[in-house]
């Protein structure tokens, strides 16, 4: 039975759902000899929903090692401007709803005496983890939880320089084009506006 596991929590590789729920019971039933029982919340048969499976189940999307495994569109690199049904991992929602917590409480965003550096030091290692862990999968909802940092820095700018959100965005926009490594996300293109970022990076 092929698996996958990560320390206590394991996703396992069923043909059927009839096969699922019997290797569900054995588990079960083998765990509760040794003393131990399963996570009643997080166990469960999930259908691998895609172009090809496509019964109706009730359930069609885990969660793993904080990402979300379920049916999404996937664009077609066969057929371009077209998309398919793929059953794809992307960053969870509570995961993003993480990030976006703190992303609001790793910066005093009243302060006005802070420079843009200062911003980055004390964000950079996280984005640097961020990144290079939820972007190996799905990175769209990753792009749009990290635009929270252009928004928060685009309201933080207005308020520096007393100024209106459009003449602050394109403040943001500067600052990008001048130094499109100072935060890391704006280095991996995961920012706001990045068609408009150079492209020497």
């Keep these: ?112 005496t802070m420079q843009l550096a200062d911003i980055a030091k004390a964000l950079n290692n996280k984005l640097r983890g961020w990144v290079n862990y939820f972007g190996l999968f799905g990175k769209r909802r990753l792009r749009q939880t990290l635009l929270h940092v252009d928004a928060h820095l685009i309201k933080w700018l207005a308020h520096r320089h007393k100024e209106g959100y459009r003449a602050a965005q394109n403040r943001l926009l500067s600052a990008q084009r001048a130094n499109p490594c100072l935060f890391y996300h704006w280095q991996k293109r995961y920012c706001y506006n990045v068609k408009e970022m150079t492209r020497a990076v």
Aim: aromatic share 10%; hydrophobic share 30%; charged share 30%.
């Design 1 to 112: 039975m092929p698996f996958v596991r990560y320390a206590d929590d394991v996703v396992l590789h069923c043909v059927s759902k009839e096969e699922a729920e019997q290797m569900l019971k054995a588990i079960d039933d083998r765990l509760k000899e040794v003393g131990l029982i399963l996570n009643g919340e997080k166990t469960q048969v999930v259908y691998y929903k895609d172009y090809r499976r496509k019964q109706e189940h009730e359930q069609v999307r885990f969660g793993f090692l904080g990402f979300s495994f379920q049916p999404r569109p996937v664009r077609s690199k066969r057929e371009p401007g077209t998309s398919f049904t793929g059953f794809t991992a992307e960053i969870s929602g509570a995961n993003q709803k993480k990030i976006r917590e703190s992303i609001k409480t790793s910066v005093n965003w009243r302060s006005t």
